[in-house]
C-alpha cells in the first residue's frame, strides 16, 4: 500500500524566497506531524495535526514557518522568506492514532531536502 | 520529557546478532519505550515498542529491564540492510517523538 508521499524530494531556493512542502498521509491517519532534521541530528518536532485541527505548533522556530491541514488529509509546511539556517531534511509522518488511542507506531515519509543559497 | 542515552556507533558481521543498549534512568511509570529505525536518505521506520514486558516482532526483540532503567534492542541476525542509525525514544503516549542522535549501526560482510 502507499506510504507517506512527499514532494518536491528536494528543493532549492534562494535566500529571502517562500518555499511549500507538501506532504500525503497515508489514507484514513489521522495523525499527520512535521520534523525538521539538521545534518548528522535526529529529527526534531515541529507541528503536530489531529485531523485539521493543529494541536501541537511548539517546535516551529519562528514566525516565519507555518503548517496547515485544510481538509484534514494533505499538509503543507510554508516557509516564509527563508534562510540559510532553514536548510535541513522535512520530514511528515503519520499515524493512526485519534482520540484516545496512545502508542500508534508514526510513519514517515522520506522529507524534502531544502538547500537554501 | 525523560532522556535516554545510546552510544554513538556499533559495529557488527553479518548473520551475527547485535545488542543496541539504551539507558533511560529517569523514565516514569508511563513511558512507553519505543525504537525506530532511519537508513540512510529515508525516513525513520517504527522497528518496536514495549512498557514493561520483553517484545517480540518480526524485525527485532525488546528486552526491558526489570527496573526500567535500561532497554536492549535486539536483531537476532544482522543483515547488510540493517546498516542504520537506531534511535531509543521514550513516549508518554503523546504525540511528538523526542529523538536523541542514536546509535550508528554498521554492519560488515
Known amino acids: 500500500g502507499a506510504g507517506v508521499s512527499q514532494s518536491p524530494r528536494y528543493k532549492v531556493a534562494k535566500r529571502g524566497q517562500d518555499v511549500a512542502l507538501r506532504c500525503d498521509p497515508i489514507?484514513?491517519?489521522?495523525?499527520l506531524f512535521w520534523y525538521q532534521q539538521a545534518l548528522g541530528q535526529g529529527p526534531e518536532f515541529l507541528t503536530y495535526?489531529?485531523?485539521?485541527?493543529?494541536?501541537?505548533k511548539s517546535g516551529l522556530p519562528s514566525d516565519r514557518f507555518f503548517a496547515e491541514r485544510p481538509e484534514g488529509s494533505v499538509s503543507t509546511l510554508k516557509i516564509q522568506r527563508t534562510q540559510q539556517e532553514d536548510s535541513a531534511v522535512y520530514l511528515c509522518?503519520?499515524?493512526?492514532?485519534?482520540?484516545?488511542?496512545?502508542?500508534?507506531?508514526?510513519?514517515f515519509g522520506d522529507g524534502t531536502r531544502l538547500s537554501i543559497l | 520529557d525523560a532522556k535516554t542515552t545510546q552510544p554513538n556507533s556499533m559495529e557488527s558481521n553479518e548473520e551475527e546478532p547485535v545488542h543496541l543498549p539504551c539507558n533511560h534512568s529517569?523514565?516514569?511509570?508511563?513511558?512507553?519505550i519505543h525504537w525506530y529505525r532511519q537508513l540512510p536518505s529515508q525516513g525513520p521506520e517504527y522497528v518496536i515498542h514495549?512498557?514493561?514486558s520483553n517484545v517480540n516482532n518480526r524485525m527485532a526483540s525488546l528486552a526491558i529491564a526489570e527496573d526500567r532503567k535500561s532497554s536492549t534492542l535486539i536483531l537476532h541476525r544482522a543483515t547488510l540492510r540493517d546498516a542504520a542509525v537506531y534511535y531509543c525514544?521514550?513516549?508518554?503516549?503523546?504525540?511528538?517523538?523526542?529523538f536523541g542522535t542514536g546509535t550508528r549501526l554498521q554492519v560488515f560482510p
Open positions: 509522518a503519520s499515524s493512526l492514532r485519534g482520540w484516545g488511542q496512545v502508542n500508534q507506531p508514526q510513519h
Open positions: 514495549g512498557l514493561t
Open positions: 529517569t523514565i516514569s511509570g508511563t513511558d512507553y
Open positions: 495535526f489531529q485531523n485539521e485541527a493543529q494541536l501541537d
Open positions: 525514544i521514550l513516549s508518554r503516549g503523546t504525540d511528538k517523538l523526542i
Open positions: 489514507s484514513g491517519h489521522v495523525s
